[in-house]
């Protein structure tokens, strides 16, 4: 498990482009043969991948001090690749293209199949909640932007107040039409909370710029296909790519409320 440690917004000033890679982006993040997991002191986020070729347990690494990975933590994996099974404790829950399983504190044993691509996200969990799944086709999408803007989007709430139960993540897709490329503009921050952007479904040979960084100062970062970013709660997140592309946005800290934002109005980004 690769450890990284919290930044302050004060030292984003001084980072070069290696240093925001570093710090922020996630990539390599579905082997074939081991469950990649990164350990975020943001909000204690723990962000992971696998595509496997054979069955693979998710493992307890040494730093989580427990004796399984949901001890104490929630888990959200969604199915990237080609569907495929997850095992939670003995029952398999079939996972299409953009489905999300939650898996509650408690939960012993999670085995990924093979043939899909999953990426996973976990917070701390002070109690247990039911393992569910929930496939995309039966979550009602809400449709934003639009074609003027280059932004017109579906929102799929998967795991939040009003959906899946949790203890603190919540959860979502967000699939961009053809001829869409922004996503999040205009843009917020919520300082209550820690957000990872993994950005999928993107051509090989495109990019998105993700912009990041406090609003009077941001960067950027270019991410290609299957790679995530992490996004402190002080930081703006949103991102242009150079074709369209769907996103699992995932939030972690003290508010589940969706809303619970501080929009950034697009004439006061640096």
Same mark, same amino acid.
Request: hydrophobic fraction near 40%; aromatic fraction near 8%; glycine fraction near 8%.
């Given at each position: 498990?690769?450890?990284?440690?919290?930044?302050?917004?004060s030292q984003i000033?001084?980072?070069?482009?290696?240093?925001?890679?570093?710090?922020?982006?996630?990539?390599?993040? +579905?082997?074939?043969?081991?469950?990649?997991?990164?350990?975020? $002191?943001?909000?204690?986020?723990?962000?992971?991948?696998?595509?496997?070729?054979?069955?693979?347990?998710?493992?307890?690494?040494?730093?989580?001090?427990?004796?399984?990975?949901?001890?104490?933590?929630?888990?959200?994996?969604?199915?990237?690749?080609?569907?495929?099974?997850?095992?939670?404790?003995?029952?398999?829950?079939?996972?299409?293209?953009?489905?999300?399983?939650?898996?509650?504190?408690?939960?012993?044993?999670?085995? +990924?199949? !093979? @043939?899909?691509? +999953?990426?996973?996200?976990?917070?701390?969990?002070?109690?247990?909640?039911?393992?569910?799944?929930?496939?995309?086709?039966?979550?009602?999408?809400?449709?934003?932007?639009?074609?003027?803007?280059?932004?017109?989007?579906?929102?799929?709430?998967?795991? $939040?107040?009003?959906?899946?139960?949790?203890?603190?993540?919540?959860?979502?897709?967000?699939?961009?039409?053809?001829?869409?490329?922004?996503?999040?503009? !205009?843009?917020?921050?919520?300082?209550?909370?820690?957000?990872?952007?993994l950005y999928f479904?993107?051509?090989?040979?495109?990019?998105?710029?993700?912009?990041?960084?406090?609003?009077?100062?941001?960067?950027?970062?270019?991410?290609?296909?299957?790679?995530?970013?992490?996004?402190?709660?002080?930081?703006?997140h949103c991102g +242009?790519?150079?074709?369209?592309?769907?996103?699992?946005?995932?939030?972690? @800290?003290?508010?589940?409320?969706?809303?619970?934002?501080?929009?950034?109005?697009?004439?006061?980004?640096?």
């Amino acid at each position: 498990m690769e450890i990284r440690h919290a930044t302050h917004p004060s030292q984003i000033g001084g980072f070069a482009t290696a240093d925001l890679r570093a710090n922020y982006l996630v990539d390599d993040l +579905f082997p074939t043969d081991r469950v990649r997991l990164v350990y975020s $002191h943001q909000d204690r986020t723990v962000i992971g991948g696998v595509a496997p070729a054979a069955p693979i347990t998710l493992p307890a690494p040494d730093a989580l001090r427990s004796a399984y990975f949901c001890e104490r933590r929630e888990l959200g994996v969604v199915n990237v690749g080609e569907p495929a099974p997850v095992t939670v404790d003995g029952t398999a829950y079939d996972l299409a293209h953009g489905d999300c399983l939650y898996v509650g504190r408690g939960a012993e044993s999670v085995v +990924f199949g !093979p @043939g899909g691509c +999953f990426y996973l996200i976990s917070a701390t969990a002070h109690a247990s909640c039911p393992t569910v799944l929930s496939p995309l086709a039966a979550v009602a999408g809400t449709r934003l932007g639009g074609v003027e803007g280059a932004n017109d989007r579906t929102i799929y709430k998967h795991i $939040h107040a009003d959906g899946v139960a949790s203890n603190q993540l919540v959860l979502g897709v967000t699939v961009l039409e053809p001829g869409s490329m922004w996503n999040t503009m !205009p843009c917020h921050t919520h300082d209550r909370r820690t957000e990872v952007y993994l950005y999928f479904d993107l051509p090989a040979e495109h990019r998105v710029v993700h912009l990041m960084g406090r609003p009077d100062e941001t960067r950027n970062i270019i991410v290609a296909n299957r790679q995530a970013v992490i996004s402190p709660s002080w930081s703006v997140h949103c991102g +242009f790519g150079t074709a369209n592309y769907a996103f699992v946005w995932a939030m972690t @800290g003290e508010n589940q409320a969706f809303d619970d934002m501080d929009h950034v109005a697009i004439p006061s980004l640096r």
